[in-house]
Antibody, heavy 119, light 110 residues
Framework: QVQLVQSGAEVKKPGASVKVSCKTSGYTFTVYYIHWVRQAPGQGLEWLGWFNPNTGSTNSAPKFQGRVTMTRATSISTAYMEFTRLRSDDTAVYYC????????????WGQGTLVTVYS | QSVLTQPPSASGTPGQRVTISCSGSYSNIGSNTVNWYQQLPGTAPKLLIYSSDQRPSGVPDRFSGSQSGSSASLAISGLQSEDEADYYCASWDDSLNGPVFGTGTKVTVL
């Protein structure tokens, strides 16, 4: 069965970086796009960017360009999202999700990774 | 930042029909299809409707979607207690070159 399993919760100080992993299984890793979405406490969903595991191409939302880097380790079917220069308002649950095409619906999601930023 | 507008809340008694609207613009819903997600408390979102009116395998046919112009809607017929959740619409935005989400609607079963 398809699974996306994310790394555990993180606590970071302002200005630090965090790297979240998304280990996939149950399908061919390079066939589906990986998207990253976050949700601040009590708030809605916010898209960070998409990543093509086959080509390595990426696109991030203008708001996050320069702070978000998406990569992969194809041999272990794992995607990564690194977020730099963290601020307190970056505190959120970060999700990975897959889609068949870059514009398609997200049919499977990771369980989410809580990133807390505070001094 | 949410670009698609949804009502903050909707409610109904068991068995009733509830409809949630999603309003966008030409660069998103006006040019692309809409997906809907259901998020139960404390869990990751789940794809409910894709390509505006298609249900993934396993989603009850009580859920239906439609789209017209720059707006879309999700209908839940025969409302059940387990439908109590947050619902989000989403659509690709040609200006952003990425998806945009709705503001979210909390559905309460009275």
């Amino acid at each position: 069965q398809v699974q996306l399993v994310q790394s555990g919760a993180e606590v970071k100080k302002p200005g630090a970086s965090v790297k979240v992993s998304c280990k996939t299984s149950g399908y061919t890793f390079t066939v589906y796009y990986i998207h990253w979405v976050r949700q601040a406490p009590g708030q809605g969903l916010e898209w960070l960017g998409w990543f093509n595991p086959n080509t390595g191409s990426t696109n991030s939302a203008p708001k996050f360009q320069g702070r978000v880097t998406m990569t992969r380790a194809t041999s272990i079917s794992t995607a990564y999202m690194e977020f730099t220069r963290l601020r307190s308002d970056d505190t959120a649950v970060y999700y990975c999700a897959r889609s068949m095409s870059y514009f398609g619906g997200f049919d499977y999601w990771g369980q989410g990774t809580l990133v807390t930023v505070y001094s | 930042q949410s670009v698609l507008t949804q009502p903050p809340s909707a409610s109904g008694t068991p068995g009733q029909r509830v409809t949630i609207s999603c309003s966008g613009s030409y660069s998103n819903i006006g040019s692309n299809t809409v997906n809907w997600y259901q998020q139960l408390p404390g869990t990751a979102p789940k794809l409910l409707i894709y390509s505006s009116d298609q249900r993934p395998s396993g989603v009850p046919d009580r859920f239906s979607g439609s789209q017209s112009g720059s707006s879309a809607s999700l209908a839940i017929s025969g409302l059940q207690s387990e439908d109590e959740a947050d619902y989000y619409c989403a659509s690709w935005d040609d200006s952003l070159n990425g998806p945009v989400f709705g503001t979210g609607t909390k559905v309460t079963v009275l």
